[in-house]
Nanobody, 123 residues
Framework: QVQLMESGGGSVQAGGSLKLSCTASGYTGSLYCLAWFRQAAGKQREWVSR??????SYADSMKGRFTISQGAAKNTLYLQMISLKPEDTAMYYC??????????????????WGQGTQVTVSS
């Protein structure tokens, strides 16, 4: 069983920066596909970024502003965000696919989810 927990959210002004963390616990040896999603109030959950065996992808709207990375132990996931905009306000979730699943931008690929950390960007 795998547990994920996000941290690092908070309230920042537009143009500011924030770094989110996600720590995986339990059996993590087979976790190769990790991703960040976000969900604004009243909106559908959207894919932000993923990392799979070192290969990184971003949603187009996040390119150049967000950076995904892993810690040396491979069980910690980060999302560095710069030049934040009010439209970035959302609950941010980390997620992991199963060891037999695909690794895509579709949330149905992900079976392990954290509880989320709130990011609020004010004007």
């Amino acid at each position: 069983q795998v547990q994920l927990m996000e941290s690092g959210g908070g309230s920042v002004q537009a143009g500011g920066s924030l770094k989110l963390s996600c720590t995986a616990s339990g059996y993590t040896g087979s976790l190769y596909c990790l991703a960040w999603f976000r969900q604004a109030a009243g909106k559908q959950r959207e894919w932000v970024s993923r990392i799979n065996l070192g290969i990184i992808s971003y949603a187009d709207s996040m390119k150049g502003r967000f950076t995904i990375s892993q810690g040396a132990a491979k069980n910690t996931l980060y999302l560095q965000m710069i030049s934040l905009k009010p439209e970035d306000t959302a609950m941010y979730y980390c997620a992991a696919a199963s060891d037999t699943g695909h690794c895509s931008p579709f949330e149905t690929d992900y079976v392990y989810w954290g509880q989320g950390t709130q990011v609020t960007v004010s004007s």
